[in-house]
């Protein structure tokens, strides 16, 4: 769970108009969102921002695990040691040429026949082994990000997984110990993210999301997405039975035509297939993991959609384990406002830059310390993507 340490003093947001599924598709429209959050939050901070982390997701996004072996130069094993079987286990993934590596991540250690380890420094043995979960994104997709952050007037400091961030924000330790499924539902993606034994598992990004649910009131109810935004947040539901057939709400026409008196059983009618169909491929994502039926924990849902009432039951019926919303919480400062799905992914980006400016060493499995310099890694992995794009 988050760390408490963390004080909030300034909050910033803007539509991401120039946005679509995760990818930018307008660079001006982008940078200009940009501009506008910063300003918000500079305003409200009262201090400038220079560089920033920022999530990604998009279904341009693949993950694969991978294996890496070495031999102990010592008895004892290292932190040398699990950074060369890390750095094997990177060098045996095949990453095309229009990827790029966004995070490599362990999930645990082998020494000799011991397994299930998540620490190995110190432990006695003559072979390490490890397990690592690498996620890998498309260039062009990073670099505009980073393209249209730099013409904001900011430096970007690392790109990181938008479901590990969320994931940081609000899992309990207990939760991804006894196996639980994240599920970021924001507007363009929802963004999926196993955990097991501790750390993370599978991870994917769905293009689906909020933005879908209101283009499909928009269309069925023939009135502009802007209209149907406004009827999503304050009369939508995830189920028909959540509704009766007497309550109305009225829907503006476009064209100058009259406004419409329509069931809100309709509109229930019109989200409930889309909602489902999002936790079907959820189900998909599990299934691809090898992890149903071995979620202990169940499933937490975050993100701005996850606020459309009846949210938690709809994942209950189709993924068949029990479901709870997660806000960011242990935050101080502006609590009450960020305590709030919606922000999940932007307190996880604050938790991780702070883990990495606490951490230059690196970090193992389970918080096992590694002699690796992140943050300078991270910037040269930016000025790598920058310099190919240009």
């Given at each position: 769970?988050?760390?408490?340490?963390?004080?909030?003093?300034?909050?910033?947001?803007?539509?991401?108009?120039?946005?679509?599924?995760?990818?930018?598709?307008?660079?001006?429209?982008?940078?200009?969102?940009?501009?506008?959050?910063?300003?918000?939050?500079?305003?409200?901070?009262?201090?400038?921002?220079?560089?920033?982390?920022?999530?990604?997701?998009?279904?341009?996004?693949?993950?694969?695990?991978?294996?890496?072996?070495?031999?102990?130069?010592?008895?004892?094993?290292?932190?040398?040691?699990?950074?060369?079987?890390?750095?094997?286990?990177?060098?045996?993934?095949?990453?095309?040429?229009?990827?790029?590596?966004?995070?490599?991540?362990?999930?645990?250690?082998?020494?000799?026949?011991?397994?299930?380890?998540?620490?190995?420094?110190?432990?006695?043995?003559?072979?390490?082994?490890?397990?690592?979960?690498?996620?890998?994104?498309?260039?062009?997709?990073?670099?505009?990000?980073?393209?249209?952050?730099?013409?904001?007037?900011?430096?970007?400091?690392?790109?990181?997984?938008?479901?590990?961030?969320?994931?940081?924000?609000?899992?309990?330790?207990?939760?991804?110990?006894?196996?639980?499924?994240?599920?970021?539902?924001?507007?363009?993606?929802?963004?999926?993210?196993?955990?097991?034994?501790?750390?993370?598992?599978?991870?994917?990004?769905?293009?689906?999301?909020?933005?879908?649910?209101?283009?499909?009131?928009?269309?069925?109810?023939?009135?502009?997405?802007?209209?149907?935004?406004?009827?999503?947040?304050?009369?939508?539901?995830?189920?028909?039975?959540?509704?009766?057939?007497?309550?109305?709400?009225?829907?503006?026409?476009?064209?100058?035509?009259?406004?419409?008196?329509?069931?809100?059983?309709?509109?229930?009618?019109?989200?409930?297939?889309?909602?489902?169909?999002?936790?079907?491929?959820?189900?998909?994502?599990?299934?691809?993991?090898?992890?149903?039926?071995?979620?202990?924990?169940?499933?937490?849902?975050?993100?701005?959609?996850?606020?459309?009432?009846?949210?938690?039951?709809?994942?209950?019926?189709?993924?068949?384990?029990?479901?709870?919303c997660g806000s960011p919480e242990g935050i101080g400062g502006?609590?009450?406002?960020?305590?709030?799905?919606?922000?999940?992914?932007?307190?996880?980006?604050?938790?991780?830059?702070?883990?990495?400016?606490?951490?230059?060493?690196?970090?193992?499995?389970?918080?096992?310390?590694?002699?690796?310099?992140?943050?300078?890694?991270?910037?040269?992995?930016?000025?790598?993507?920058?310099?190919?794009?240009?």
């Amino acid at each position: 769970m988050a760390d408490r340490s963390l004080n909030v003093i300034g909050i910033g947001s803007s539509p991401s108009r120039g946005l679509r599924k995760g990818v930018v598709v307008n660079i001006d429209s982008t940078v200009e969102s940009i501009k506008k959050a910063v300003e918000e939050a500079e305003l409200m901070a009262a201090v400038q921002i220079n560089s920033v982390y920022i999530g990604i997701a998009g279904s341009h996004i693949a993950s694969e695990s991978c294996h890496g072996v070495v031999a102990l130069k010592k008895r004892e094993v290292t932190a040398g040691d699990i950074n060369r079987a890390i750095e094997t286990a990177r060098c045996g993934a095949v990453i095309p040429s229009d990827r790029r590596l966004l995070h490599v991540l362990p999930r645990g250690f082998i020494v000799d026949d011991q397994e299930g380890i998540r620490d190995p420094i110190g432990i006695a043995g003559s072979r390490l082994e490890v397990d690592v979960h690498i996620v890998t994104g498309a260039v062009t997709s990073a670099q505009n990000l980073v393209r249209c952050v730099n013409r904001a007037g900011l430096d970007v400091v690392d790109i990181v997984l938008q479901p590990l961030a969320s994931g940081a924000a609000v899992l309990f330790a207990e939760e991804k110990e006894m196996g639980v499924v994240m599920v970021d539902l924001g507007g363009g993606t929802s963004d999926v993210a196993v955990y097991a034994d501790g750390c993370i598992r599978h991870s994917a990004v769905i293009p689906i999301g909020g933005h879908h649910v209101t283009n499909d009131l928009a269309i069925g109810l023939r009135t502009t997405h802007a209209d149907a935004e406004k009827i999503k947040v304050r009369h939508g539901v995830s189920s028909c039975k959540q509704v009766s057939d007497r309550e109305k709400v009225e829907v503006p026409s476009v064209g100058g035509r009259p406004p419409r008196l329509v069931p809100c059983h309709k509109i229930a009618e019109i989200i409930e297939p889309r909602v489902e169909e999002m936790f079907d491929l959820v189900l998909r994502e599990i299934r691809r993991a090898g992890y149903e039926g071995m979620l202990v924990a169940g499933g937490v849902l975050t993100g701005g959609t996850s606020l459309l009432p009846g949210m938690p039951e709809a994942a209950e019926r189709v993924l068949d384990l029990p479901v709870r919303c997660g806000s960011p919480e242990g935050i101080g400062g502006l609590r009450d406002v960020v305590n709030n799905p919606i922000f999940s992914t932007a307190v996880g980006l604050v938790m991780h830059s702070v883990s990495q400016e606490n951490e230059l060493q690196g970090v193992g499995v389970g918080g096992g310390s590694v002699p690796m310099n992140r943050l300078t890694l991270a910037i040269d992995r930016m000025k790598g993507w920058v310099m190919n794009f240009f």
